[in-house]
């Protein structure tokens, strides 16, 4: 009973302290989902369930009635928005032209009348130099003469009316150049809208995002597929990561970047590692991973990456040794 007792003592301690160098993972695979955000329908698939791709392959192709009634929307308003900046832009420029003939009008007149003006006042002037019953003190000067005077003020009213009107050229101009015009801000939004739609509808066009094996293929062509529902799955030819499972009991056996050495216990054949990840809470272990399926286990996951030419199968369970 004593040396069954301390056997027991020593294989339960031999045991657990292999957990701190030695414990079990499973082969893994990236898995890609094939989804769109939107309603779609499937036109055509180019590939069948367990076939194999490269990265870049054409997949399916998919139509969106929903996306292409937005795209037809969108260009509709912005073409419309369009021909009312056009509309606004030959308005103002009308409006410029128009100002510019009224300057110019308003010149020639108001020079004509200071022109009459000017003759008259010279005229005054030169046959008041002959009557010498008018005393030269009683002669008003040149700038007390009525004649100057309306002169002066039609020069004025001249200076005036020009500036109100390049002042309001000015403002003219700055709405048609100006960024915060409501109709350019409005084909601004339209184009961005426009463009961003034109980008989903090419990424309908499904090509596989790597290199591996073709999953289950869930629709048919001509089926309606709703939002985000998977239409298939594709995963990678080999395993990429093993996800491990490191006893409660072992605190500090493993970090991250740390080097392992992986071993199937199929065929005895190993590859080197690297820790990727390792989990920051307890877990419970998978039932494939108890010695005893009935017993629970705990402990903290660890992910770790091996090269893409490994022999491993997929979901293939493995011995994880850290390179202490």
Avoid: C
């Amino acid at each position: 009973m004593w040396g069954l007792a301390i056997g027991g003592v020593v294989l339960f301690n031999a045991t657990f302290s292999n957990y701190s160098t030695v414990f079990m993972g499973i082969a893994e695979s990236d898995e890609l989902e094939v989804s769109y955000p939107s309603p779609v329908e499937i036109r055509d698939i180019l590939v069948g369930s367990g076939q194999e791709v490269k990265e870049g392959d054409l997949l399916m192709v998919v139509e969106s009635p929903e996306l292409d009634l937005k795209i037809e929307t969108v260009g509709f308003q912005l073409a419309e928005i369009k021909a009312r900046v056009n509309v606004s832009g030959r308005e103002t420029i009308a409006q410029i032209e128009q100002i510019e003939n009224q300057i110019a009008t308003k010149t020639i007149d108001i020079n004509s009348s200071i022109a009459q003006l000017e003759a008259q006042f010279q005229l005054n002037k030169d046959l008041t130099k002959g009557l010498k019953s008018i005393q030269s003190d009683q002669k008003p000067t040149d700038g007390q003469s009525p004649i100057k005077m309306r002169m002066a003020a039609l020069k004025e009213e001249l200076e005036l009316f020009i500036k109100a009107s390049n002042d309001r050229i000015s403002q003219l101009n700055g709405t048609l150049t100006s960024t915060q015009n409501p109709y350019e801000v409005q084909v601004k939004n339209l184009v961005d809208e426009l463009r961003s739609l034109n980008e989903s509808k090419q990424k309908l066009t499904n090509y596989a995002p790597i290199s591996g094996v073709v999953g289950s293929i869930n629709f048919e062509v001509g089926e309606t597929v709703s939002p985000y529902s998977p239409i298939m799955a594709i995963y990678s030819k080999s395993p990429s990561f093993v996800q491990g499972f490191l006893h409660e009991s072992v605190i500090k056996g493993i970090a991250i970047n740390d080097k392992v050495e992986i071993r199937s216990q199929q065929n005895g054949g190993f590859e080197e590692g690297q820790v990727i990840g390792v989990g920051s809470r307890i877990i419970e272990f998978p039932i494939r991973l108890r010695k005893n399926p009935e017993v629970a286990i705990w402990g903290r996951e660890v992910q770790i990456s091996i090269p893409d030419t490994n022999d491993f199968l997929l979901g293939e369970k493995v011995i994880v040794r850290v390179n202490n």
